[in-house]
């Protein structure tokens, strides 16, 4: 359930960007509501696809490239230092790359996510002083590496850091530190990820003349990747980097992304950058995840062929690994959640079980956190210690909430948005109570479906869907436009291989719109023919044997003029109240029912024919509106210990069962209700 956020559009503003530069209304419109409104950002963000800043801008990079051409001139053993992400992989095969081809003595190290952890640790850098290695280069890590540098540097080894994460309070002692974010670093656009800071160290390298044109038609391919990967927004120089590489992946110059697009199944596909994100991206990090990064940089380097095969063909079976792992976890939880509803009741989610795969539970909190538009964190155990990975709703800073846990944990570290940390066993419950107690002081914001505009449905059609083009690539930063399309009537709702997705068919007026909802089933699918409904989609083009279609996905579906907002407060009040936390009188008055509203409850759901999967929005909507959300869960709760029903809730699904009853049955005597009264009459 997520609040629709539609964006506010300056119609004449867009009717100016319109004729000035001859675009299609909706670009216009896009635009506009996007704020890329002068002309310099419009032609930089349509037409820019070679434009790159001086890397001489950033503090310390003239320092880095001069250390790294010394290597070079004195045979010094070289190591590209890396992570095992997306990112890391990338950034490690395109400075290793680069290096090998101007003649360093180079080789490439990426730890072990397993047994090393992230960055550098003293076991790897003493294994490379026995190496003979001179020079480290650290990618997409370094920045917190305060103490392994200083042992480098006893062992003999100098440092180069190049990094994009967030420093701390103190810098390492390196010969030279390259991080966009160091508060003494004036560079322009600081938002590239580790990929984008190696490319940038390769430009130095390169000189003050560098060929960038060639540059990016050799390494754009995997800056493409790593940046997509790692999240980055979509705008400025990582536009650059996107649709330069996507070109060449769809090229296939690189054999190691060409196999690992047909082992994924795209070759006949246009790539774009959401192929990447969801085709290409989870093989790489599935490899980090179960611990053969090496393989993904071996497969990204390569010119042999089979070589490249054999490694795609094993990282396609990892993901498949991975998806089978994730899916068990994400299972373990649903019985969790089943027989302890109030696990998800607080404001943050803290899940934990024990021995579930720590490359794993980062992917199962972020499908948590999109079931319950809450913060997450799921725990692992694991002898006695918990590590764990955490994702959040936008405007809540997860980061600064574990942080104020900080004397509870062994350690942490993330940003606002995601988290890692990790804590004794015997400390999850006091863990769980403090990061709820510092949310309970914050105002928890919705989990929001930003909506870009409103359509009218006799406009939608192909050469609309195909003008979005212009806009690509889409990503973080610049999301794939969300069109809502409001009062449309369900005709027909006809199921997809083998009912795993559906078509419906809506009807408006004389306009007729068939959509697509992936990965919902007609039984899962709650409305029926006839109700009328307010839906967000985007749009594409499908081309098969030269015939182009329009494509339209839906993203979110509810009633016509349904204001979830509403529906949230009244559900929050619910959980705060089962909870334990303090409510205002006005508050509980929402969510204390009457008789009325349970005889009006009571006869719909022996109404209705079929309530074994049934949504509790489908039955809000369907009864007076002096029955709120949280009424409604009161509601249900109290019959369900009254034995009128039988209640059963997961993650997915609302299963109501009407149960026979023999003897009269007084409402007052399930605890719910008389919980709620007796701190009605305390306040």
């Known amino acids: 359930m997520k609040k629709w956020s539609v964006a506010k559009l300056n119609k004449e503003k867009a009717k100016a960007i319109s004729e000035r530069y001859d675009l299609p209304p909706i670009i216009a419109a896009l635009l506009e509501i996007r704020g890329i409104v002068t002309e310099d950002e419009i032609n930089r963000f349509l037409f820019d696809d070679s434009s790159i800043d001086s890397p001489f801008e950033i503090k310390d990079m003239e320092i880095a490239a001069e250390r790294v051409k010394k290597a070079l001139e004195n045979n010094e053993k070289i190591c590209v230092y890396g992570d095992y992400d997306a990112d890391g992989v990338t950034s490690t095969a395109l400075l290793y790359s680069y290096l090998e081809t101007i003649g360093a003595n180079v080789m490439y190290y990426i730890p072990s996510r397993e047994s090393e952890g992230y960055g550098m640790n003293k076991n790897a850098v003493k294994s490379l002083s026995e190496k003979d290695v001179g020079l480290i280069i650290t990618v997409d890590n ?67 003349y560098a060929d960038v044109d060639m540059l990016l038609d050799n390494y ?102 991975r998806q089978k792992i994730e899916k068990e976890i994400v299972e373990k939880i649903n019985f969790l959640i089943a027989k302890n509803p109030s ?3 607080d404001r943050v989610l803290i899940i934990n079980g024990k021995d579930w795969h720590q490359g794993v539970i980062g992917i199962v909190s972020s499908r948590l956190k999109e079931i319950y538009g809450k913060p997450c964190i799921v725990l692992s155990e694991n ?28 350690h942490f570290g993330g940003h606002p948005m995601a988290v890692g940390l990790g804590l004794e066993s015997g400390k999850i419950e006091q863990f769980r109570r403090e990061i709820n107690e510092y949310a309970s002081k914050i105002d928890m914001p919705y989990d929001v479906l930003k909506v870009d505009c409103k359509l009218n449905p006799a406009f939608i059609d192909v050469e609309l869907a195909k003008s979005l083009t212009y806009l690509q690539p889409f990503g973080a930063g610049n999301p794939t436009p969300v069109f809502g399309i409001a009062g449309l009537r369900i005709k027909n709702i006809t199921p997809l291989s083998n009912n795993k997705h559906i078509r419906i068919t809506f009807v408006s007026g004389n306009n007729y719109i068939q959509a697509l909802k992936f990965n919902c089933s007609t039984f899962d699918f709650p409305y029926k023919t006839g109700d009328v409904v307010d839906v967000a989609v985007t749009l594409d083009v499908n081309v098969y044997k030269n015939n182009e279609s ?109 149960l026979e009853v023999n003897n009269k049955v007084n409402l007052e005597d399930a605890s719910i209700i008389k919980s709620l009264k007796e701190v009605y009459r305390n306040e």
């Open 383 to 410: 002898d006695g210690v918990c590590k764990g990975s955490g994702r959040s709703v936008e405007g809540f800073d997860l980061w600064e909430a574990v942080n104020a846990c900080a004397p509870l944990l062994d």
């Open 142 to 208: 370094g920045i917190s590496a305060v103490e392994e540098i200083a042992y480098a540097s006893e062992l003999g080894i100098d440092t180069v850091v190049t990094d994009h994460h967030m420093p701390g309070e103190k810098l390492p002692d390196a010969e030279a530190v390259v991080d966009l974010h160091r508060p003494d670093c004036e560079s322009r656009f600081k938002y590239i990820s580790g990929v984008g800071v190696a490319f940038k160290l390769v430009m130095a390298i390169e000189g003050e």
């Open 550 to 658: 329009l494509s339209v996905i839906i993203k979110d579906i509810k009633y016509s003029d349904t204001d979830y907002s509403l529906y949230i407060d009244s559900l929050r009040i619910f959980e705060h109240f089962c909870s334990g936390e303090q409510l205002e009188i006005s508050e509980l008055k929402t969510i204390i029912p009457d008789r009325n509203d349970f005889a009006e409850v009571y006869r719909y759901l022996k109404s209705e024919k079929n309530t074994e999967n049934i949504s509790l929005d489908i039955i809000l909507n369907k009864l007076s509106q002096s029955i709120t959300y949280g009424k409604l869960k009161v509601i249900l709760e109290a019959m369900n210990e009254l034995s009128l029903i039988a209640l059963y809730e997961d993650m997915y699904t609302v299963r109501i069962k009407i």
């Open 220 to 321: 754009s391919d995997l800056l493409s990747i790593g940046t997509i990967g790692d999240i980055m927004p979509l705008i400025d120089e990582n536009r650059v980097f996107v649709k330069r590489g996507l070109k060449h992946i769809n090229n296939g110059d690189r054999l190691g992304i060409a196999s690992l697009v047909e082992h994924a199944g795209l070759s006949e596909k246009n790539i774009t950058a959401g192929n990447v994100s969801f085709g290409i991206v989870p093989r790489i990090n599935a490899v980090g995840r179960l611990g053969r990064s090496d393989d993904c940089v071996n497969m990204l380097i390569t010119d042999e062929t089979a070589k490249a095969d054999e490694i795609a063909l094993k990282l396609s079976d990892d993901n498949s690994e």
């Open 343 to 345: 696990l998800v009741w």
